[in-house]
Each structure stands twice: as C-alpha cells, then as structure tokens.
C-alpha cells in the first residue's frame, strides 16, 4: 500500500481519491448508488493505515447491518494485505458498538459484568407481568419506551418502573445499547476522553439512515471542528424515516462542522445508465445527474394476473438467464445489448419485496422450479421457540443469583429448582460453550423438542463463538438475522430494506402496484417520498437487468387484494422500458430438464 501509485490507489478514481487523501478533519462524501462511496471509505481505512497515518486500532467504523459490517470487513481484508492489522480494525453496526461499551462501563449503570441482553420479544413479555396488562397494551407500552430511549418522547412514570425492573434482571435492552452510551459520554468526562483518545477516526456509512439517539453519540464521539468523522450517505437512499431517521443529518453534518470536506462522486459503477435513468425518473429527477458506465438493456416490465402467476414468471425468468428454456417472447422492437451473457450464476440475482408476506408465493414458485434460494433478513430458526425459550434458559444461568433468575423463569415457564440453577452454573464453568449446551439439553428439554437439522445448525454457531456470553449476545443482535452469504450459489430473496448497500447484475422487484408499493395496505399513513426512494434503492441495486412486476390481483397472508399498477412506474420514460409478455406455451415443463440445471 505504502508505494502505491496514488492515482491508481485501491483502483479509485480521482474523484474518490481526493476524498481519500483529505485524512485529518471531518468529511462528508455524498453521492448517488453505486459511485464507491462504501469503496471510498475502505480505501480511506486502507490509506491511513498503508500509510501509518493511523493506527488500525484507533479506527471504528459504524454501519446500520451486520451485513454491511461484515462487507466491510471483507473488503478491508482484501485491501489491506496483513491480515492482524485488518483485525484491529473496529467494525461494527451502531449497536456492537454500544454493546461493547457497555461491557467496559457496565457498572456505571448498576449491572455486573455478566448483564444480559433482552432482545425486542422478550420486552412485552417483562412488561406484561410487570404491569399485570394484556400482550397488545405491552407491545404498545413497548415501543413507548423504545421512542422515550431514543429521544423523541418525554419519560413517564412506567418508564422508571421498566428501568428499575431492567436494573433487578441486571439487564439492558437493545434501544440501551444506544441510548446508555450516549447517557455515559454526555455525563462522564473520563469516559468520554478515554474513547476519544481510543478512536481518532471515525467513519460511518449509510449516513442517510441515522437516527436522533445515534446521531446525539457520533457527535460525543466527535464533538470538535477538527474531528475526524467521515461520513459517507445518499439523501435518496434514506428509508427508515419510520425508526425515527432523518436525511437532515446530512445538512446538518456541514453546519456541527463548519470547515468539513464536502467530497461528490459522479460516476456509478454498478448501474447501466438505462436503470439510473428510469430511477431517477421514479424520484421525478432529470435523468442525468449520474454517469453510468454503459448503455444497457430496457427495464424489463411485466403484468400478470395473480401473484403466483408473477411468481411463476420471475421463476421462470430466472432459469431461463441462467441457460434454461426460453418462456417468453419481449414485447419491443429493439432490444439493446445482450442479456445472456452477464448472468453466470444464481449468486447474481436477487428478488426484492416491499413486505415479506410476499416470500411465500416467490418460494413457491422457485421450489417448483428447483432454483435454490437464500432468504435475507427473515427471523432465523434460532430466534423462534423452542429455541427462544433454550436461550432464555443460558440467559438465566448467567444470572448473579437463583433469585434473580427466577423472573426469568416464570416469564418463559421453565421450572428450574434452586439446587439445578447452581449445578448448571458450575457446568457453565467447567464446560465449552457447545458442551454446555449439549448438556442443557439433556437436562431440561425432552429429546423430541428439537429439529436434529437445526439443533446441528445451532450448534455449530455455538461452537465459533469463544464463549456463551458471546453466543448470547449475538443471538439477541440479531447477527444472522441479516446474514447473506454471496458465494452461495443461489437466488437472494429480501426485502427492500435489507438491499441497501448490495449489489447484483440482476433485479426482480415484484409487487409494482399501488398498496405494496407505496405501502399502505394495513395503514392509513404513509410518506410516499420514502415509498419512492425505496424503490429507487431497490432498482439501484441492478448493475444490468432489472424486472419490474404487478399482479392485477393475488392474496396476502390469507386476504385477496385487487391493486392498481403502482402510480411509481408511470414516472419512467417510455423508451427506457420494454413490456414482456407470456408465450402461450403447450408443453409442460419438463421436470428432468429442470432438474439437470441445478442439481
Ligand atoms: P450504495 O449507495 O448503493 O451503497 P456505493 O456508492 O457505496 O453504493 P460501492 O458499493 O462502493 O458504491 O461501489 C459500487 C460498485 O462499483 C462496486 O462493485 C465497486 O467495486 C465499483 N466501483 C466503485 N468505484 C470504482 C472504481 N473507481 N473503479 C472500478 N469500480 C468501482
Ligand atoms: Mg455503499
């Protein structure tokens, strides 16, 4: 790194290469998807540390999704080349970071060392037996509590009752991993240096996302004109207004610092500029404010009658790009380009939903086809019971007391005696993580409780963890939750959401109808300017071919919708799209035939 040619530099271009060289002071970089912004920012990582300009330690760098932290990583990894420095690197989602500051402050809050963590389905539970009240008024009193911690409500007296109860069960909840760093870096000033002095750089990415109580600790964690925070974000990519973020952190970056860098990239990488242009054109924008790379294909566009029916075209659509039959014939005169030759594998497509009660149609329609698929973002196996309840019990075993544990035990219904607790504490003790579970097992569930597939799954997680707190506290991040492996040959299915930041040559994104997207279907609110940069988001994500789909009709979990074209899709220029229409086809698809592609 240190001799690298500075203009070919981790392979930026000029304009991401003076946002790389700015290395001391605050720095905003702001531009469109897929200029390199993410790029830019690991390239900066990889500068100051090639360069020893910094010390890989004093750097952290946030992101929303374990996902994207683990991009990261990956990306670090394979720029910079000594693989102990890349480690010591702190990459993190906002809360592994507050968790980790928790675990050196914990003390200050009244927790032992041993506090667990109750994740967002444990809460309505503590909060129905506290108050005695039924689970709907919980889950409501819930995230009233949620809003009070992140900073956008006053506390009221149930809350100082919710936190004396959090204080008994020596516990915190995931909004405290952000709102209790941000209590202790506002109140102490010792801890506050200390971190300081740990941290000189700071980057963030997905800048847009960020919300009050996150953007309130980034500003304790760089509160100086000279700070050096670089912030990287997209205002039309901002999409979780409705978890209390808010795009205004951008302009407000340059006013907190006054003298900071403003870096504008204008190139995208990923998109052709067919898909830029018909994005732009669904945020009503002229079409040219980014360079795409080449001309491309027409966005595919296509009306069917049902949902499994549109379910079935994109299944079909997939094996047919990855070099099975033809289904359909294109609507369109010319067609610009050679699709064929881009999708080599299942890994480079991706199907991208605006709820994930849509899955359950596309799985369908995929498992018919013998496509294999990765769900991202859905709750995993290890969240729901009869594993919620097992890792409630470690979570009680890792409690001061049998006393204290006991709240535990009567929330989850497990009759645990005082004489077991101390003997399940001294095997934690005594056994490795897996072993211990092993015999947790044994002792308290019946051998029918598990799926063996996925007690296996279980515990093979267990078994790369260095300990059960690390376990546990991994299990309640929700790590896993938005795990996507890109190697996987496989078609990825998620939401929209969970697309931020990742790319594909290929894009589906069914359910182009007004309801679904903008979204409305079970609420009367809705901010459409988000709905729209959801789905620019979503069609950013395409480097050269996207799909976009509706159904005149189709049924969501058991009720039948009847919706209109989304209104999104008129925006976009007609030149820039082609409409496929089903070939009337005779035979039957062939089963063998199907078979032979994938297996
Ligand atoms: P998003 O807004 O969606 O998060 P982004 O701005 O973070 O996008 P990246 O993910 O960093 O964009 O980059 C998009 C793609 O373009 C990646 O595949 C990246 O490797 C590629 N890319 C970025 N800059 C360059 C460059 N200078 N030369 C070649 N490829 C590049
Ligand atoms: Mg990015």
Redesign the pocket.
């Known amino acids: 790194v240190k001799n690298a040619d500075e203009k070919t530099f981790a392979?930026?271009?000029p304009e991401?290469f003076a946002a790389v060289e700015q290395t001391e002071g605050p720095s905003l970089i702001i531009?469109g998807?897929?200029?390199?912004?993410?790029?830019t920012l690991t390239g900066k990582i990889a500068w100051l540390v090639g360069n020893h300009m910094a010390r890989p330690e004093e750097i952290l760098a946030i992101t929303f999704t374990n996902k994207a932290a683990d991009e990261l990583r990956e990306r670090l990894e394979s720029l910079i080349k000594n693989k102990t420095k890349a480690n010591e690197i702190t990459v993190a989602t906002f809360h592994a970071f507050g968790l980790s500051v928790l675990k050196e402050f914990y003390h200050r809050f009244q927790r032992s060392e041993n506090f667990i963590l109750i994740d967002e389905a444990l809460r309505p539970d503590i909060i129905r037996s506290l108050f005695n009240i039924k689970s709907g008024e919980a889950k409501k009193l819930a995230s009233e509590i949620s809003e009070i911690k992140n900073g956008t409500k006053p506390e009221t007296p149930s809350f100082e009752k919710y936190e004396e109860e959090l204080q008994k069960l020596d516990a915190f909840d995931l909004d405290d991993l952000i709102a209790k760093p941000l209590q202790l870096f506002t109140e102490n000033e010792d801890a506050r240096a200390l971190y300081h002095q740990r941290f000189s750089y700071i980057f963030v990415d997905e800048y847009q996302d960020t919300n009050h109580a996150q953007y309130q600790l980034l500003r304790q964690l760089a509160p100086y004109a000279t700070s050096n925070l670089c912030v990287v974000g997209?205002a039309n990519?901002s999409v979780y207004g409705f978890r209390g973020a808010n795009a205004t952190y951008i302009q407000r970056f340059a006013e907190d610092y006054p003298g900071a860098g403003v870096f504008r990239l204008t190139r995208s990488?990923?998109c052709s500029q067919t898909i830029l242009s018909a994005s732009a054109n669904v945020l009503n924008h002229d079409s040219g404010f980014l360079e795409g790379l080449t001309e491309g294909v027409q966005v595919s566009i296509s009306e069917q009658p049902t949902g499994a029916a549109e379910a079935e075209f994109i299944a079909r659509q997939v094996v047919e790009l990855v070099g099975g039959v033809s289904f359909f014939s294109i609507d369109s005169e010319v067609t610009k380009g050679d699709k064929n030759d881009t999708i080599g594998s299942l890994s480079d497509l991706a199907i991208l939903c605006r709820t994930r009660n849509q899955f359950e149609a596309i799985t369908k329609a995929l498992r018919d086809h013998h496509v294999p698929y990765q769900e991202v973002g859905t709750i995993p196996f290890f969240r729901e019971e009869p594993f919620r309840s097992f890792t409630g019990l470690l979570e009680a075993f890792s409690m001061k007391s049998y006393k204290q544990a006991l709240p535990l035990f009567s929330l989850k219904k497990q009759t645990v005696t005082d004489s077991q607790f101390e003997w399940a504490q001294q095997k934690m003790l005594e056994l490795k993580p897996v072993l211990f579970i092993e015999w947790v097992k044994k002792q308290f569930f019946s051998k029918e409780t598990f799926k063996e597939a996925e007690w296996e799954r279980f515990c093979i997680l267990a078994g790369e963890m260095d300990s059960l707190r690390a376990f546990l506290d991994f299990l309640a991040l929700g790590a896993g939750a938005d795990m996507h492996n890109h190697r996987m040959e496989a078609v990825s299915l998620m939401t929209l959401h969970a697309s931020k930041?990742l790319?594909f040559e290929c894009v589906f994104i069914p359910g182009c109808e007004k309801g679904l997207l903008p979204y409305n279907l079970y609420k009367t609110e809705v901010d459409v300017d988000e709905e729209k940069r959801l789905l620019y988001v979503g069609m950013?994500r395409a480097k050269k071919l996207l799909y976009l789909t509706s159904a005149r009709s189709r049924t969501l979990r058991g009720r039948r919708f009847q919706l209109p074209k989304s209104p999104f899709l008129q925006s976009i220029q007609q030149e820039l799209i082609q409409q496929i229409k089903n070939k009337p086809h005779k035979k039957p698809v062939e089963k063998d035939n199907q078979l032979s592609l994938f297996d």
Not at 33 to 39: L, N, S
């Open positions: 392979g930026l271009n991401q531009a998807p897929g200029t390199g912004k993410t790029k997209d990519q990488y990923r930041g790319e950013t």
